[in-house]
């Protein structure tokens, strides 16, 4: 079976990653609406879902599980462990890469953690490419205007640190950073 054959997608593996994200996030909702947050896991699988049939990534099963667990460390106290032992470690080592670290400042979590994901698979890239791409759909209604500037500015980090990995996505995100709140047009 060639990695663009869509049924890899859905393997054994992948639903299971589903599933537990599914009982993971069963009371987390969509920061600022009712929605479940499944709804966002989901965005973020179908982002690099739609990347992978225009341009293959490599290992997508490996894209689809981190895509699907990449908040359950850092929103849902999931250990990494869990995850290695369900999962096996190529999938736990991308959500944890995936997962800021709460005992660092703001301001340095995110470097951490873009240093974190280029030691992985490319395939992992892609999920912080695809989730980003997810949030930047409109700016909170109660985020500042300082906040959304910030939040801008680390996705054009992102984008620069991590586009290599798949040009689809990185111009998917540089169109949603153009037309993101507070963007002028030579920002991104």
Partial sequence: MSTNDISVSFSDRVTEAWDFAAHAHNKQKVPGTQLPYLRHLGLVALEVMSAHLSEPIDDIELALCCAILHDAVEDQS???????????????????????????????????????????????????????????????????????????????????????????????????????????????
């Fill in 78 to 188: 999931v250990q990494p462990e869990d995850l290695e032992r369900r999962f096996g470690i190529a999938v736990a080592s991308g959500v944890t890469a995936l997962s800021k670290d709460p005992s660092l400042p703001k301001g340095e979590a995110m470097t951490d953690s873009l240093a974190r994901i280029r030691r992985q698979p490319h395939a992992v890239w892609c999920v912080k490419l695809a989730d980003r791409i997810s949030n930047l759909r409109g700016a909170p209604a109660h985020w500042s205007v300082e906040r959304v500037e910030t939040y801008r500015s680390e996705s054009i980090e992102i984008l620069r640190v991590l586009g290599v990995a798949h040009r689809g996505l990185a111009t998917r995100l540089a169109l949603k950073i153009a037309t993101y709140p507070g963007s002028t047009p030579d920002a991104a």
